[in-house]
């Protein structure tokens, strides 16, 4: 083996997995754009992606996954970690040895007559004290070219890794793509992640997921810092100044559409705007001046493609023009573009869909794109990011939100009391559910933080560490907690709130009430807006005052079903034997006696 580090523990490693798997070929990705092109080439020669119009997409293609393939699969992902309670009650555990053994013999020889393509990455920019280091093995070019958009890729991440060994071990075999042996392991004592019998994106890209949270959460709690299912934006207000905010939701509750929201006209022309830092992960570490930064780890986006469009979000959109990968969307065989569910109202005739098949969308009852279709696209082509993505030291939080999907429970916006009562709020974060095809409308689904499938250990544990970072914060620079639902309904179903741009002005209170320029409202559950801070300028035919007042009403009896709910999901980790954190108890017993 060609050897591009004298690195002894990624020599050792990497020759470990060579005599397992036994590739015809080894190929160090160095990041050359030489080497990239090389790459797209033989993979359109391949037919493992399609070269797309390079006048109208230039450096776009499209790949399709097997259509057993298609999304991540919970059931089938592992934290291996030597005790079943390290890994808590939220998580799919498997001993260590047994996984090891279990994943050694499924890889064994499958590389047999392909390329071991050796990556490596750096989570965050290179050299960053918030950066960390992995080296992805796979045998698929798809892989090496999503992960040299996701992350930043080349030889200078070796330089910056010298001969340490903290780095994140990862493999990936493709095999045969057969469902019943396909297992995404994470094994967070051992930094290391194995992946096989997948080909798709949120499986495959170790960085993504795989390491940015479910390992990453794992060191932040040893390292005293956080890794975060949170988009992080940057609300400038007409002074000029920028504030930045991190917020978790649940799938499907407008997560991109927030990082890269445009203000609504009246607010733009004043000088509103929002700067992108990232999407979808946040890594947060205490600056030298004891607040708290965040970093996007990322380097681009893996966004959803159907309902992305001109109206959902511009910016979205334009950021997949250029050097973009499109995974299980249709291709226009017309023009040679790509085309999907919600882009606009004027699907191809002559197309192939998602699967491979000749379709017209025009006459067909059958998508074109497979519902978890993909784009992966370069963070920089975004029109709103931010000047400081790739700041080393990344920015200053100035608040925490989180949110949901609720009808009729939760208010449009509330900030807790106090640190530890926001971490509350975080622990019972819930979405009800909204497409009959997942099971039954309106069911209540816990996700803590956004991070139920994502977090690498006990989650009670993972509680107790907020609550820590927080005891070691000067209350003054700690990042004010907060709630929001866009998604509040009247009784005729109809939504009060008009989200999208809209979301700006609570955002706005939001920074308002961090520098104490507004008053609020103490309720049961926290403090939520006087009516009269949330400004209606331009949609007061849209929001009338008592929708506002609606909006803004906590309902007791809500509430005390809610508590049965968060009881009973608490109880789940003392029926398991782990301990939910005794500040988080109490403060679920003052929201008790609050409702009463």
Known sequence: MEKMTENKSVISWIEDKIALVKPEKIVWIDGSEEQI????????????????????????????????????????????????????????????????????????????????????????????????????????????????IMTRVGLNVLEALGDSEDWVRGLHCRCEIDEEKRYICQFPQDNTIISVNSGYGGNVLLGKKCFALRIASYQGRHEDWQAEHMLILGLQKPDGDVRYICAAFPSACGKTNLAMLIPPEGYYSKGYRVWCVGDDISWIRKGADGRLYAINPENGFFGVAPGTNEKSNPNALASTKSGTIFTNVAHNLDDNTVWWEGLDKNPPANAIEWKGNPWNGKESDEKGAHPNSRFTAPAKNCPCISSEFENPDGVPISAFVFGGRRAKLAPLVYQSRSWNHGVFVGSIMASETTAAASGAVGVVRRDPMAMLPFCGYDMADYWQHWINIGAELDPEKAPKIFNVNWFRKDDEGNFLWPGFGDNLRVLDWIIDRCEGKVDAVETPIGFVPKAE????????????????????????????????????????????????????????ETLKSNIQ
């Open 533 to 588: 801070d949330i400004c209606l300028d331009g949609i007061e035919d849209e929001v009338s005052d008592a929708q506002l007042a609606e909006i803004l009403s906590v309902d007791k009896a809500l509430w005390q079903d809610e508590v049965a709910g968060i009881d009973e999901f608490y109880k789940k980790f003392t029926d398991f034997g782990s301990t939910v954190p005794a500040e988080l108890v109490a403060e679920l």
């Open 37 to 148: 092109e090389a790459l797209r080439a033989e993979a359109c020669s391949t037919g493992e992606m399609v070269k797309l119009n390079q006048e109208k997409l230039p450096g776009c293609y499209l790949h399709r996954t097997a259509v057993n393939d298609v999304a991540r699969v919970e059931g089938r992902t592992f934290i291996c970690t030597k005790t079943k309670a390290q890994a808590g009650p939220t998580n799919n555990w498997m001993d260590p040895d047994e996984a090891y053994k279990m994943l050694y013999d499924i890889a064994a020889d499958s590389y047999k007559g392909r390329t071991m393509y050796i990556i490596p990455y750096s989570m965050g920019p290179v050299g960053s004290k918030f950066s960390k280091i992995g080296i992805e093995l796979t045998d698929s070019i798809y892989v090496v070219l999503n992960m040299v």
